[in-house]
């Protein structure tokens, strides 16, 4: 097809480009060709220059900033690691910014209890009461949580180590509509989740429905989970219904009963 006899490819309709298209696919023209030919035997001239490369301490130091900047989980792994204790670790967190949740909330909700308590709580996110009091667990669910503890003898505001409760979530704040975290938002924040439990330093991990199974132990099916015991983290983890399902399903509550049973026996063993 000569120049002159060329269709003006601006002023086509895009489904007479579709059906031109088509019809020359239907020929058998399944390959996009130049104007002229190329002979890719022959090699050229000469070969270009290469680029001297970067002494590798010089390259790694320039590409570590731009890594962290491109790797959100990068970010949060640098962040947390240089956290020494958990109020630096609160810190870290409140001015880490690639989670979109953050802008959402009111509060960052960190944690509640007494840190280095024997049992260590894990939960999913805040739900509307967290997030306007900035505290883990203090609705109709952290009441039911409160009473559960107490009945094997833990609470969040006891002032003795051996009897307290430290809680805290996998994420620190609300998602909108109290929807299920996202997975890059849980990767995110998972770093900043492992420095926690390593600077509250429990015995035993208590892991409270699907969220934070999927997170902590790469499993879901809380049903079939809860009541075994696992390990993360370095430390015995017992995985439980959450208390907003209890309260949905009330008749799971003897099941949450043989699992704080075990809980209790666990720690006087």
Not at 204 to 220: D, E, K, T, Y
């Amino acid at each position: 097809m000569s120049a002159e006899s060329a269709p003006d490819l601006e002023a086509l309709d895009p489904n007479d480009a579709l059906a031109m298209l088509v019809w020359q696919v239907e020929l058998g023209a399944d390959e996009a060709i130049l104007d002229a030919p190329v002979d890719r035997f022959e090699l050229p001239a000469a070969s270009p220059k290469a680029k001297p490369a970067d002494k590798p301490t010089e390259r790694a130091a320039q590409d570590v900033p731009s890594l962290l900047a491109s790797d959100p989980v990068a970010e949060a792994r640098a962040l947390a690691s240089e956290a020494a204790d958990l109020d630096q670790l609160r810190e870290a967190m409140a001015g880490y910014d690639h989670c979109e949740l953050k802008k959402g909330a009111r509060n960052l909700v960190f944690s509640d209890g007494r840190a280095g308590a024997r049992v260590m709580v894990v939960g999913e996110a805040p739900g509307r009461e967290e997030d306007r009091v900035g505290k883990p667990f203090v609705g109709a669910a952290g009441q039911l949580l409160d009473a559960m503890f107490r009945a094997i003898g833990l609470s969040r505001e006891s002032p003795d180590l051996e009897s307290a409760l430290y809680i805290t979530n996998i994420l620190p704040w609300r998602p909108p509509q109290n929807r299920d975290p996202s997975r890059d938002e849980m990767a995110m924040m998972m770093p900043f989740v492992e420095r926690h439990i390593a600077l509250a330093k429990p015995e035993v991990l208590v892991v409270m429905g699907n969220i934070p199974a999927g997170a902590l132990l790469g499993r879901r099916g809380i049903t079939k989970l809860r009541g075994n015991w696992t390990e993360t983290q370095g430390l015995p983890c017992l995985p439980m219904f959450h208390p907003a399902y209890l309260l949905r399903q009330p008749m799971q509550k003897r099941a949450a009963w043989s699992d704080l049973q075990d809980l209790h026996a666990k720690l006087n063993s």
